[in-house]
């Protein structure tokens, strides 16, 4: 197993970093949205998730994208159009947080939430 060591001798797994950045607060949510539509742009994420900060969405993005859960494309036409898709990391993951969103849901009895939308594309 892969360890690195830290200030004061402790060893830290590199799961701990994977995992806090996942579960931060709107990088599942993003990570959904792009999965819901196969393809996303910075706007139709920003429309939909109704809520998180341009700012914070773009952080968000950047996040993903430097861990490889998802992947930034951008046309060559006029205007420049970007797109996000999942990777096949992302899109395994995506699958994997699927029961622990339709869990929210039912505990919090939003059933109709667009979040549960399970069409992976």
């Given at each position: 197993?892969?360890?690195r060591?830290?200030?004061?001798?402790?060893?830290?797994c590199?799961?701990?970093?994977?995992?806090?950045?996942?579960?931060?607060?709107?990088?599942?949510?993003?990570?959904?949205?792009?999965?819901?539509?196969?393809?996303?742009?910075?706007?139709?994420?920003?429309?939909?998730?109704?809520?998180?900060?341009?700012?914070?969405?773009?952080?968000?993005?950047?996040?993903?994208?430097?861990?490889?859960?998802?992947?930034?494309?951008?046309?060559?036409?006029?205007?420049?159009?970007?797109?996000?898709?999942?990777?096949?990391?992302?899109?395994?993951?995506?699958?994997?947080?699927?029961?622990?969103?339709?869990?929210?849901?039912?505990?919090?009895?939003?059933?109709?939430?667009?979040i549960?939308?399970?069409?992976?594309?």
């Amino acid at each position: 197993m892969l360890r690195r060591r830290r200030r004061g001798g402790r060893v830290e797994c590199p799961l701990q970093s994977m995992i806090a950045k996942v579960s931060k607060k709107w990088s599942l949510l993003v990570l959904n949205q792009i999965g819901i539509h196969g393809e996303a742009n910075y706007n139709k994420i920003l429309r939909e998730l109704g809520g998180i900060s341009p700012k914070s969405l773009a952080d968000t993005l950047k996040e993903l994208q430097n861990m490889g859960l998802i992947a930034r494309s951008v046309n060559d036409r006029t205007p420049l159009r970007v797109r996000y898709t999942l990777t096949e990391n992302g899109k395994s993951l995506r699958s994997a947080i699927i029961p622990l969103l339709e869990w929210a849901a039912q505990a919090t009895h939003h059933t109709e939430c667009p979040i549960l939308d399970r069409r992976p594309r």
